[in-house]
């Protein structure tokens, strides 16, 4: 069997699914889980890119403590980032391909205030994410999401120790 996927410069056309879905005990995912997810994967892929790039772009004797820092958070982010894809893709839903609004820094102290308030935005959405798969009976979702949020709490932990001052 062949699959006819198809590539635009914003998004990826899968086949359609049918109209009964996945096998979700028989319930569709709602609109509002879907766009939760999406958003999820819009700053997954934002962050995993800006501390890539903060990872390449870092200056002085500082910013090599923390390089690999930027580097390791940046690969856990692009993974959430794929399961949550999954996730949406097996749920009836299109992963978006844009990411939000990036923020690289000009210098080591921005650049971790910045990671720091997008970690803390991501928890606060994964709360409300695993808030409404609860409500909807998808476990799944929810059980993906408390591992990501646990993750996301330790990359804020990271970034807010990274902040502290000797």
């Known amino acids: 069997m062949h699959l006819c996927v198809r590539i635009h410069p914003d998004r990826i056309e899968f086949p359609q699914r049918t109209k009964e879905g996945p096998p979700m005990a028989g319930k569709k995912p709602s609109a509002e889980l879907l766009d939760l997810l999406n958003q999820a994967i819009a700053r997954e892929i934002q962050v995993s890119v800006q501390y890539m790039w903060q990872h390449v772009l870092w200056k002085g004797v500082k910013g090599y403590a923390v390089k690999d820092a930027f580097k390791m958070t940046a690969i856990s982010e692009m993974k959430h980032a794929e399961a949550i894809a999954e996730r949406l893709n097996y749920l ?5 391909t844009k990411p939000t609004p990036i923020f690289i820094g000009t210098t080591l102290k921005q650049m971790i205030e910045t990671d720091k308030k997008d970690e803390e935005e991501a928890i606060k959405m994964y709360k409300k994410i695993i808030l409404v798969a609860r409500k909807e009976g998808d476990e799944t979702t929810e059980f ?3 591992k990501i949020l646990s993750d996301e709490e330790e990359h804020h932990d990271l970034f807010t120790s990274l902040l502290e001052k000797d």
């Open 92 to 96: 009836g839903g299109i992963p978006t």
């Open 144 to 146: 993906l999401f408390n």
